[in-house]
Structure formats: C-alpha cells, structure tokens
Antibody, heavy 126, light 113 residues
Framework: QVQLQESGPGLVKPSQTLSLTCTVS??????????WSWIRQPAGKGLEWIGH???????????SLNPSLKSRVTISVDTSKNQFSLKLSSVTAADTAVYYC??????????????WGQGTLVTVSS | DIVMTQSPDSLAVSLGERATINCKSS????????????LAWYQQKPGQPPTLLVY???TREFGVPDRFSGSGSGTDFTLTISGLQAEDVAVYYC?????????FGQGTKLEIK
C-alpha cells in the first residue's frame, strides 16, 4: 500500500520561500509511470493543481494559478530518499492553504490521483 | 483551461435514497482516438484528503463500494450514489485530466436529509 506524507513548516513569512517534502513509502518513487504531484486547497475552497514531476524527471506546472505561480514553483525529486519536494518562492497570504502531495496515475499526459497524503496546512503570515 | 462546473453546490438526501451529482466541462474531455473520457470523481470527508472514487468517467477505483457509479460522456457527467449511507456525507469533486492544467469542479456538499 503506497503512503505519502507531507512535511515542512506550517508558518512562512510573506516574500519567503515555502518548502515542503513528501515522503513516499510502500513503493519506489522511481518505478512505474507516475506523476508525483502537489495540490493545494485554500480554507473552505476547492482543489488547485500546482504541478507534478514525472517518473522520468520531467516537470509540469499549472500556468493558470495567480500570481504567476509557474514562475515561483519548483518541484524536484530525491530518489535516494524516496521523496519529492515543492518550493514556492515569494509567497503571499494568497498561498495560505492545505498542501497535499499525491500520486498521479494514467497512461495519458495528465493524471488522476489515486494516493494522497494527509495534507499540511501552510499559513503565510508575518 | 477547461472549466468544470458541478451542480448542485449542495444537496440533502435521505438515508437509503439516491444522490445524483452533475459535472459539466467547458469542452469535451472525450479523447476520440481511444474513446475514453478523461474524468475522475473524488470524495472528501471533513478534515481528510480526497479519495479517488471513479476514473475514466465510469471505472470504479478498487475498494470503492458499488453503490458509487459514474456515467456520462463528452461534456456531461454524473456521479450517482445509490442507497445513501451516513458515511457518504462528504464533498464530492470532479476532475478533468484531458488537458493541462488538469482542473477540478468547485465541489458538491452532500448531507443527510
């Protein structure tokens, strides 16, 4: 059974960088064809896909989240630790949300998400 | 971006009755070359992450009770819960994975009447 667990600071100051790590257990992050993804959910709102890193190491980010999320986000993978990470720079209060890591599965260019972490609340505040 | 619109925003259904949630995409999510609809449904209970219920519009994820069923094609989709149980109280989301960025509906809150 694949399990994912997010870790990282729960409070980040405005303009700083949000850094989260997702540890995958129950399977190798480098095996199969999966999209290791980050999704966020502002309080009381819906789900927003941030981006993913594919098993091959290629990345894709959501170009439509504001402000210009694509220019601020980096997703990377550490296969030796079976982890993948999210870095979001120049954060503002609008980045306050529960952040989920998830495994995406599909034969297509975009995945549906079959395994999710429990989520971690990140608050941007001074 | 493909916009996913769910209806209703909330609904209350009696135990044992049927709940129907609709999802409409702003453009077709049917890929003609393989005749598959790139549409998934999720359930999110309070304080928990979403869980996958259905993918390819109608394929139930392993372990999901058969009272959950997905249907539809092209731009119009439905999640049906037959014989509502108390544990089904949750917010339900549809998601398209036809194109980047993949996008979710706004959610439908299901309660017991």
């Amino acid at each position: 059974q694949v399990q994912l667990q997010e870790s990282g600071p729960g409070l980040v100051k405005p303009s700083q960088t949000l850094s989260l790590t997702c540890t995958v257990s129950g399977g190798s992050i480098s095996s199969g064809s999966h999209y290791w993804s980050w999704i966020r959910q502002p309080a009381g709102k819906g789900l927003e896909w941030i981006g993913h890193i594919y098993t091959s190491g290629s990345t894709s980010y959501n170009p439509s989240l504001n402000p210009s999320l694509k220019s601020r986000v980096t997703i990377s993978v550490d296969t030796s630790k079976n982890q993948f990470s999210l870095k979001l720079s120049s954060v503002t209060a609008a980045d306050t949300a529960v952040y989920y890591c998830a495994r995406g599965s599909t034969v297509a260019a975009n995945p549906y998400f079959d395994y999710w972490g429990q989520g971690t609340l990140v608050t941007v505040s001074s | 971006d493909i916009v996913m619109t769910q209806s209703p925003d909330s609904l209350a259904v009696s135990l044992g009755e049927r709940a129907t949630i609709n999802c409409k995409s702003s453009q077709s999510v049917l890929y003609s070359s393989n005749n598959k609809n790139y549409l998934a449904w999720y359930q999110q209970k309070p304080g928990q992450p979403p869980t996958l219920l259905v993918y390819w519009a109608s394929t139930r994820e392993f372990g999901v009770p058969d009272r959950f069923s997905g249907s539809g094609s092209g731009t119009d989709f439905t999640l049906t819960i037959s014989g509502l149980q108390a544990e089904d109280v949750a917010v339900y989301y549809c998601q398209q994975y036809f194109s980047t960025p993949n996008t979710f509906g706004q959610g439908t809150k299901l309660e017991i009447k």
